[in-house]
Each structure stands twice: as C-alpha cells, then as structure tokens.
C-alpha cells in the first residue's frame, strides 16, 4: 500500500466552481501534513500545512482528520490560475526525517 | 521566503558522461537536504536524503555509485549522475529543510536530457 494516496483527476471545473481533493495516509504516525502545487514541469511551491483545528487561507481550506487518516483540500471560486497539479505530503520522523508524496491531483479550470 | 537555487537548469549530454547538479540555500542554512526525480505524469520520487557533513542515505533501488551525493557545506549539496543513461533522463529537484523542520523549500529543478 502506498503512503500516500491521492485521486489523480483530472478534474475540470468552471470558472467559480468550489472543488475539493482528498488525500489518504497509511501511517499513522505521520506528524505533519502539507498541500503543495505543482504547476507543469516547474517544481512544487508549497500551497499550505495543514493542522489538526484546520485552517483556511483566503479562498483555499484544509482539513486533517487523523481518526479517518485523511486531509482535504477545497478551493472556492475558482480561478484559471489554480490550474495545476496538486501534491499531498505526508511527513514523519520515526527514522529520519521522511516527507511522502502523493501523486497528485490534477485540476484544470475551465474559463 | 526561503530560496533554493539549483544549477544548471536544463543540460543535454551524450551517453556515458557524468553531469553534475548544483543545489543552494541562498538565504539560510540547511543541515538536510533531499534529491528527487520526477518522470514525466509521476510524482516525485524521493532518491536520497543529503546530510551536511555525513554520507547520504539512499532509498532503496537508487544505486549510490551512480547517484553520488555531496553535502559539504550548509548551502551546497551536488548530485552527480555518473556515466548517464537515456533511461536517467528525467526532472531533478532538490529541496532543503529550513529552519522549521517539517517544512522543504524546493529548487527549481534541473530536466536532464541524456542522449
């Protein structure tokens, strides 16, 4: 089982639209959580960390429920520019420093 | 925020050569910082951890001969992809952990071309 999963997508969504991505963990130890964008063939920028409580930055809100082993992000209001590929990270240091990657969700806005 | 830098960005060689990818913190100090490869419609995938003044650990099946890691100083970590193959053509970035741990910082990666 992968450490890290995500739904691929794509999802292509209007302009406005609210989306939402999920991302699954296996190890329940993992002690950080982040959600990266990723935009084609540049490297991923971080977008937020995610915290137990939640937390929301303008238009976009993630959630963590580590009971369930997941985290959530939803963009409002859509922009063409939030186009890009979204990357669920995972971090524990049970042995080291370790950071797991999703494979990404892709998301295209649609004008 | 913090900026990582990577050099080159984009290289083409010829089989058989070694070509060699430069990372920098500009404006911190990172004790650890990580190699990945991306391919192309994947995600990254994790080939080492880079530690300022020790050995690199290696995840498994990246062949430490080939994919030499040096860390010699607090800004710089290299990867020198030794006697490169089509099949290593692919998207190198690194990343460095910044002063709050749990955070990577990543450069802007180097596309390797190998002919």
């Known amino acids: 089982r992968k450490e890290v999963e995500q739904d691929p997508g794509p999802f292509n969504v209007p302009e406005g639209a609210t989306v939402a991505f999920n991302c699954t963990y296996s190890n329940s130890a993992s002690q950080s959580f982040f959600w990266y964008r990723q935009d084609c063939r540049k490297e991923p920028k971080l977008l937020m960390s995610v915290y137990s409580s939640g937390n929301e930055d303008g238009r976009f809100t993630a959630q963590l429920n580590r009971a369930s082993q997941y985290i959530s992000l939803l963009i409002r209001d859509s922009k063409l520019s939030d186009s890009a590929t979204y990357l669920c990270v995972v971090n524990f240091m049970n042995t080291g420093n370790q950071f797991y990657f999703g494979t990404g969700t892709s998301l295209t806005v649609i004008p | ?115």
């Open chain 2, 1 to 115: 925020g913090a900026v990582v830098s990577q050099h080159p960005s984009w290289v083409i060689c010829k089989s058989g050569t070694s070509v060699k990818i430069e990372c920098r913190s500009l404006d911190f100090q990172a004790t650890t910082m990580f190699w990945y490869r991306q391919f192309p419609k994947q995600s990254l995938m994790l080939m080492a951890t880079s530690n300022e003044g020790s050995k690199a650990t290696y995840e498994q099946g990246v062949e430490k001969d080939k994919f030499l890691i040096n860390h010699a100083s607090l800004t710089l970590s290299t990867l020198t992809v030794t006697s490169a193959h089509p099949e290593d053509s692919s998207f190198y970035i690194c990343s460095a952990l910044g002063a709050r741990r749990y955070e990577q910082y990543f450069g802007p990666g180097t596309r390797l071309t190998v002919t």
